[in-house]
Each structure stands twice: as structure tokens, then as C-alpha cells.
């Protein structure tokens, strides 16, 4: 993959940029940045508890969680994804989170 050199807006080094995301405005990533931003992310996503949404059930397992940065989308844009299992009833749902950056 070929990347651009560029000032990362996070850490403010003239290096690398593996991605640019829409938040506020444009955000330009280097590599350690992009990965530490995804890492706090994944660990909030983590946090969140998820209920069934057929029978309500708070009995659900959550498999695969990732995050990541969605290339296909013009602006990308960070989303944390993963399936949720519920042992109740026997569901499977898929959650996907995207960062639509901040309200204007
Ligand atoms: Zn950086
Ligand atoms: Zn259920």
C-alpha cells in the first residue's frame, strides 16, 4: 500500500499517513496512531451492554469484536463492529458502530 507523507493530526510527526478520517474535520493518522485510536475504541466498545433485541434478553455473548476504519465509505470513517449471540433465544445479530465524528 502506498502512503502519503503528511503531518498526523494526533501526534503532530510529518510521516506516514495510513488514513484519514472525517471527525470534526479531516483527521490524517499515522500507522501508531490509527492503532492506538482503534485499540481505545475496541477497549469502549467492550464496555457497551447489549441486549437482544427479540426477546430482550441481557443473556448475550458478544463475538469478534473489531474495529477498524471503513475504506469503501467517502469520508471513511472508524467503526467497531461485532455479533451478538443470545442464549435465551438462540439469535444472532450483527452490530456494527461507525463514528460519524462530531455534531457541527
Ligand atoms: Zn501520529
Ligand atoms: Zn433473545
Known sequence: MDFEKDTCS?????TDI???VLNERETLYCMECQDKELKRMLDNFNQIKFYCIKCGSSNVTKSDPKTGIS?????????ANALITC???DHRFFVNMEDHGKIN
Do not use: F
Not at 494526533?10 to 510529518?14: D, E, F, R, S, T
Not at 465509505?73 to 467503526?79: G, K, S
Open 10 to 14: 494526533i501526534c503532530g510527526k510529518y
Open 18 to 20: 495510513t488514513a484519514k
Open 71 to 79: 475504506l469503501t465509505d467517502i469520508p471513511n470513517a472508524i467503526y
Open 87 to 89: 442464549k435465551d433465544c
